[in-house]
Nanobody
């Protein structure tokens, strides 16, 4: 089982940027596909972005395309979410997720490991 811990959340003004990090321990994270989800108050958790274990493929929710970039380090021990041009609608708790199966990446669901979440607030 992979343990995930998110960091990098905070409060920014619209148009600002944040870079979220997800540190992994245990398991073999370099062999895991990873993703970011978010949950706003009163809303269901929604998919944001995903990346394959190799980093060769990525997928994004339409709402963040062109603004967010998911990546992972060369050692495949961490995954990042660079968030630019932030808007108030991006306000949510952001969660890192991981799973060894490609179906989790391709279907953007059924990730087996989850972090505790980090708060992102975008407001004036």
């Amino acid at each position: 089982q992979v343990q995930l811990v998110e960091s990098g959340g905070g409060s920014v003004q619209p148009g600002g940027s944040l870079r979220l990090s997800c540190a992994a321990s245990g398991g073999t994270f370099r062999s895991y596909h990873a993703a970011w989800f978010r949950q706003a108050p009163g809303k269901e958790r929604e998919f944001v972005a995903a990346i394959t274990w190799s980093g060769s493929s990525t997928v994004y929710a339409d709402s963040v395309k062109g603004r967010f970039t998911i990546s992972r380090d060369n050692a495949k021990t961490s995954v990042f979410l660079q968030m630019n041009s932030l808007i108030p609608e991006d306000t949510a708790v952001y969660y890192c997720a991981a799973d060894a199966s490609y179906s989790a990446f391709s279907q953007r669901t059924d990730f087996s490991s989850w972090g505790q979440g980090t708060q992102v607030t975008v407001s004036s």
